[in-house]
Structures are given as C-alpha cells and as structure tokens.
C-alpha cells in the first residue's frame, strides 16, 4: 500500500467505492486541485480508473462505469 493511501485518512472500505460514479472495486486517490504534494484529506478523491481519466482528460465519458457494469450485468 502506497504510503499517500495509508496516510489519507481514507477507511479500506472507501477506497473501492468511486465517489464520483459509485463504481465498485480499484479506485485510485485523486487530487483534487492537481497538486501531488497537498496530501490533506479535503484535497483528495476516491475515484475509479475512468472517473479518474475523465478529471484529467476534462472529456467526460458519454455513458458512465456504472451504467457498462448494469448492461453486462443484465
């Protein structure tokens, strides 16, 4: 475990919940004002893969993991 995700006051189970799309399972730590060194609480995000790239690409998805993983699900 990375010593960013042991010292962000994230509980284990909040790291597999995306907070943007609710999607289940790895999740990766965002910072939210882009800066890689302001490692306090409020600056960061629980966000899975794609919700990840979408902050970073400002190109958001057209259908969301949640909705893929209700489609193959179903």
């Known amino acids: 475990i990375s010593p960013l995700i ?3 006051g994230f509980e284990p189970n909040e790291l597999t919940i995306c907070s943007k ?3 289940f399972g790895y999740c990766e730590v ?3 004002d882009r800066d890689t060194t302001n490692n306090v ?3 960061l995000a629980v966000l899975c893969p794609n919700c ?3 902050e970073h690409s ?3 998805r057209a259908i ?3 909705t893929i993983a209700n489609i ?3």
Request: with cysteine.
């Open 52 to 54: 990840h790239t979408d």
């Open 72 to 74: 193959i699900e179903n």
């Open 41 to 43: 609480r409020d600056n």
């Open 6 to 8: 042991r010292d962000s």
């Open 58 to 60: 400002g190109k958001p």
């Open 30 to 32: 965002h910072h939210i």
């Open 64 to 66: 969301s993991a949640t």
């Open 21 to 23: 799309c609710g999607w």
